[in-house]
């Protein structure tokens, strides 16, 4: 029996791989179906719950807190955020509450409790229907972003420079079901983000990463250290911290967007997590820190949070193929590729979104193909359409692993039919 007991709801894979050898027993919450089996090697076992319902899980982890109590109780996966939160006021353990999950998913109460701690000024208001859109927009005398308010994975933004722009976005989202959105001043500048842990109410900037992205704002690359986040890096490592406070943070991995306007950095969106796309594995490998492990260890006592921000000692990205939407008559993959690559059987289902990435970690530069001819490539609507693949790679800094990644990118050709 180990020395602590976690409790992890959800999440593609669950980190809790390696949690045995540090002394950890792993209850995993989940959904039948919605995780690979093998992942019970490493849990002292698996219950089944509804992964959002903070009471349903409560009913299945209550009777074994009380046989034996545990340390934490944690999420890595947005759909588990509040109602994780229920579960660790519930059981009054330390850990991310459900006002705090709350106030990061909730884009309207972030930015309230943003403007009340007086940080990161950004135009915003609560729209109910077209006409708050239109005149929301003439208040602000430019473009604006409305989206949904609980929005997550680049889903439904759209952005408006004029009041019949206004009009189709308010359309568009009542046609997905979206009765209420949120509009904000559009942020000029790129997107940069910030990926922290917590402990005891401190909190320690890691990784900076920037991004590539489509005309949906779907990010198909992300690498680390950023290069445009350099000048800025200062105010960067001020501005998470006093976000995370603002929001009630105090344990944990966080992950923070920010958008470099003229003005100065200000805030996109947080979230009480790790990040997703492979971001801990960047920050591992640009950054020699493993979130992951972190996760698990920090709160607990094993590892210590470290003193100050790590420099960074390599550079890391990783770049999903992006082929044109359809069905797939072939895949050529050039010989003389600089990467392993491993490609999925037909009809194999991939039950993480970075499969087979646990067997590239020692790997300079990897590549996974996910499709397979006959397969449908779908358009790129969402951070959950980037499906056909990814490359991963290790540089003397950021912009030599972009350079691979772009090398092996262009020697794995799709053909559509």
């Given at each position: ?26 209850v ?68 991310v ?5 709350r ?16 940080l ?38 759209h ?5 019949d ?30 990926d ?37 890096l ?60 972190m ?35 072939s ?26 990435l ?56 799709f053909?559509?039919?």
């Amino acid at each position: 029996m180990g020395m602590f007991r976690v409790a992890m709801i959800g999440g593609r894979p669950a980190p809790v791989t390696g949690a045995k050898e540090l002394g950890i027993d792993v209850v995993l919450v989940h959904q039948e179906g919605m995780y690979d089996p093998a992942i019970a090697a490493h849990c002292e076992r698996i219950v089944h719950a509804p992964i959002d319902d903070g009471p349903a899980i409560l009913e299945v982890l209550r009777p074994l807190h009380e046989e034996r109590p545990f340390d934490r109780v944690l999420t890595t996966t947005e759909p588990a955020g509040e109602s994780t939160g229920y579960v660790v006021d519930a059981l009054g353990l330390p850990g991310v509450t459900e006002a705090t999950a709350r106030a990061l998913r909730d884009k309207t109460l972030t930015r309230k409790l943003l403007a009340e701690h007086d940080l990161s000024p950004v135009r915003y208001r609560t729209l109910n229907s077209a006409e708050d859109a239109t005149e929301f927009l003439e208040s602000v005398g430019g473009p604006i972003v409305i989206k949904p308010i609980d929005g997550a994975a680049s889903l439904h933004i759209h952005v408006a420079t004029g009041a019949d722009e206004a009009v189709l976005a308010w359309k568009h989202l009542q046609e997905a079901g979206i009765t209420s959105a949120i509009g904000e001043e559009f942020l000029e500048g790129p997107v940069v983000s910030v990926d922290s842990f917590s402990h005891a109410g401190r909190h320690l900037p890691i990784g900076y990463s920037e991004y590539r992205m489509n005309d949906r704002f779907v990010e198909w690359e992300v690498s680390t250290p950023s290069r445009v986040a350099a000048p800025y890096l200062d105010q960067l490592r001020e501005l998470t911290p006093r976000l995370l406070d603002a929001v009630g943070l105090t344990e944990g991995p966080s992950h923070s967007e920010f958008v470099l306007t003229p003005d100065g950095p200000r805030v996109l969106e947080s979230h009480a997590r790790l990040a997703g796309s492979g971001a801990p594995e960047l920050v591992r490998r640009a950054f020699g820190l493993d979130l992951a492990r972190m996760m698990l260890t920090v709160p607990l006592g094993i590892d210590e949070l470290p003193l100050t921000s790590p420099e960074p000692i390599r550079g890391a990205a990783v770049r999903f193929f992006t082929p044109d939407p359809g069905r797939i008559a072939s895949i050529t993959v050039d010989e003389d590729i600089p990467a392993v690559v491993r490609r999925m059987k037909p009809g194999e289902v991939p039950n993480v979104f970075l499969p087979y990435l646990e067997t590239l970690l020692d790997v300079e530069v990897g590549a996974v193909v996910i499709k397979n001819e006959g397969d449908e490539v779908p358009p790129l609507l969402t951070v959950a359409d980037c499906t056909s693949g990814y490359v991963i790679a290790s540089g003397r800094d950021a912009a030599d692993a972009v350079a691979k990644c772009d090398a092996v990118n262009d020697m794995i050709r799709f053909e559509i039919a």
